[in-house]
């Protein structure tokens, strides 16, 4: 299939992805990367240990849950 | 009369950046719509043009024009840098990742971003180089560097997944 073969809804929502170029040299130096990289967005590691909503229902239920779980156990092991 | 080597490199100089100024939104277009990522899109096309520079005497126009050329070689850098990064995203998972993709909204999808994210790179690059640049499917066969019969089934099967995803019947 060719460009002219695609359906014209199709064709028209590709349309719709212009990119803008920003300016840019030809060459950058070594330390300019550098820069870049250490200024490159990243996810927080400590992400997965912020308090959200449900982390109070975890701090609740996973201490009754285990409680449970250590009380029980000895039943099944006799 | 022939150059001196000093005149030779003045020559390629201007001519690499007649080629720059010529190719550099193209191919960054290229790129920022494979990875969409602005700052490797950059780099991409910054690298393309150093190795093009450094291994210019290779390049033989009979055997292919500039611009599958210059795809060809900024394709395999892309390829190289994201499976640096997926590498990298293994040892390191927080690293190289961007703030705000990890959560796609329902906003977001239904856009032909979001849709041409969910394809396969395979098929992604495809329709990106045969829409985008209005490249015949041999050109993205000599930039792949694939066989021609695969390039037709990518097409093929990336935009039956396209409009799958965009929900356009086959008719429209």
């Given at each position: 299939m060719s460009k002219k073969e695609m359906p014209n809804k199709l064709r028209n929502q590709l349309q719709l992805f212009q990119v803008d170029v920003p300016a840019f040299s030809m060459k950058k130096s070594r330390l300019e990367r550098y820069a870049d990289w250490l200024m490159y967005p990243v996810k927080s590691p400590l992400e997965k240990l912020r308090i959200r909503f449900e982390s109070f229902n975890k701090v609740i239920i996973y201490p009754l849950l285990i409680v449970f779980i250590v009380s029980f156990l000895p039943l099944f092991l006799i | 009369m022939s150059l001196s080597s000093g005149q030779e490199l003045d020559k390629n100089q201007r001519n690499l950046e007649i080629l720059f100024l010529e190719y550099r939104k193209p191919i960054y277009r290229f790129v920022y719509r494979f990875t969409q990522d602005e700052q490797l899109s950059v780099d991409i096309v910054q690298d393309t043009f150093i190795k093009f520079n450094k291994y210019q005497s290779n390049y033989d126009e009979k055997q292919s024009n500039i611009k599958t050329y210059l795809f060809r070689i900024a394709y395999q850098l892309m390829v190289n840098r994201i499976k640096r990064r997926e590498r990298m995203k293994k040892i390191?998972?927080?690293?190289?990742?961007?703030?705000?993709?990890s959560e796609v909204t329902t906003e977001d999808r239904l856009t032909i971003q979001w849709a041409l994210k969910m394809l396969s790179k395979e098929q992604r690059v495809v329709i990106i180089l045969m829409y985008y640049?209005?490249?015949t499917q041999q050109n993205i066969s000599d930039i792949l560097e694939i066989p021609l019969g695969t390039v037709k089934s990518r097409v093929h099967h990336g935009l039956l997944k396209l409009r799958q995803l965009m929900e356009v019947e086959e008719g429209e």
């Open positions: - | 390191l998972p927080f690293l190289n990742q961007q703030l705000f993709n640049h209005d490249l």
